[in-house]
């Protein structure tokens, strides 16, 4: 951040909508805002906690408070009930950060925060939510007029966020990421994608995961770049302001990329033909590439790397590198990568195997599962990074991803733990057991429920989606239910849930788009 402000004062970093801020700019908020951290108390090692939109508080937030040494913890905005409770627990926050409407959230669940205080609430149009317990005051209050300096000196290795990963066998688990992995991050960026001062990078990815905050904001200052922030995507909406921000590269995820090049034609992308670069974002079919190049003009299409958010960019290609189609690059050179069998032997060429990680230099992987040594231990085992996914290797060096390994969801960018979708559904009175696994449908995987009833219970489909908006994060509501007697079993008991996804859907699954179902989004 000095480096920025000192070489780039008067760049615009951060672009909401027209809403601009220099380097300078969100040099001294951040400042201002550190000094009201270190007033409420905030020490060295303390985490916060936020459920903020991608607005300039969120950034304003981070760099605070990482000026005092402070370690951000960024929860996904659509987090509520247990979901959310546990996050803000697990991190052990004193103060949390909310939007005015997202701090309404917390009224059932003050007493699973014993070690919350404070709510700093962003302002909204109300007055300010009343707790039982907690303080609540205005976030703009915790700006101090201070501009004088306030920077503790940070080392590599220590930890500047969480961000929270989707359980596999458990309840999510945060994963500790120092200054030196983010930064490595956006190092890697540059290596292998061009820019300067002159770029600008869209972006409608949330503040919450590292490709929105290393991969364009960390990015952008390494080179005094732009970065225009659109908080909720629209189709409709996305060409006018491309041509209204002179975005010249892109991230999307991959059902917008389809959207997107799926899209009636459009005047602001006929204006727009040729500005935009290169286009990031996977899965990106190569059909859907196509399409992007030639009716949009765009160059690069697709991003060729594998990580996750443990480790970041262990493969990946510079975009002047060709490869076969399909390929998810070739190792960093900050990395080693090996393809091994359940015995942690590596296997041939080509063959398939869990794809595990070791890192060649110190802190640019995470640093371990916050409050949870046994995973931390159990992942890294043999002092390998094991992924939980599938890959091969080519006699050229090119890896593919093959399959996902671990039991869990991804869908609109986000991971989602089955385990917990499954507790939170036998909350209900009226399920007796459920399996959540993925069904690939049009563009991505999405949710299905597999439902036993109890005895004598009567519930529609309908209503049980219904119920399971005010509980669970509205990308992890299930598209998909299906009513059974019986789950498929092996003979110790354990649901067979292979046996579920590879039947997909079948004739008695209630779909909740083609009921034309409506999810609520906050």
Sequence with gaps: MARAVKNYPDNVWLDFQGETYTYADMDKRSTRLAHGLVARGVQRGDRICSLLDSNVDSISLWLAANKIGAIHVPVNTAYKGSFLSHQFDDAGARILVMESDYALRLHDLEEELPQAEVVLVRDGAGSLPHFKRLKSEPLSAAYIENDSGILDENKPGDLCMFIFTGGTTGPSKGCMISHNYACNLARQILKREARDES????????????????????????????????????????????????????????????????????????????????????????????????????????????????????????????????????????????????????????????????????????????????????????????????????????????DRKKDYLRRRGENISSQELEATFKKHEAVKDVAVHAVFAETEDEVKATITLQDGATITEEELCEWCTDKMPYFAVPRFIEFREDLPRNPVGRVLKYQLRDEGCTEHTWDREKAGFKLKKR
């Design 199 to 402: 770029t600008v990078n869209w972006t409608p990815l949330p503040f919450f995961h590292m490709n929105a905050l290393g991969g364009s904001i960390l990015s952008s200052a390494m080179v005094g770049a732009r970065v225009a922030v659109f908080p909720r995507f629209s189709v409709s909406r996305f060409w006018d302001d491309i041509e209204r921000s002179g975005a010249t590269i892109v991230n999307l995820l991959g059902s917008m990329l389809t959207f997107i090049a799926n899209a009636p034609d459009n005047e602001a992308a006929k204006r727009c033909f040729g500005q935009v670069y290169a286009v990031r974002g996977s899965p990106f079919p190569p059909d859907i590439q196509r399409k992007w190049r030639e009716r949009f003009g765009v160059t690069i299409t697709g991003s060729h790397n594998y990580g996750l958010t443990e480790a970041a960019r262990v493969t990946t290609l510079a975009d002047t590198e060709q490869g076969p189609v399909g390929n998810a690059g070739k190792i960093n050179e900050d990395f080693d990568v090996r393809i091994v069998d359940a015995e942690d032997n590596e296997v041939p060429v080509g063959e398939p195997g869990e794809i595990v990680v070791r890192p060649r230099h110190p802190d640019i992987m995470f640093s371990g599962y916050w409050n949870r040594p046994e995973d931390t231990l159990r992942t890294m085992r043999n002092m390998w990074l094991h992924t939980g996914d599938i890959g091969r290797m080519d006699e050229n060096g090119f890896m593919f991803f093959v």
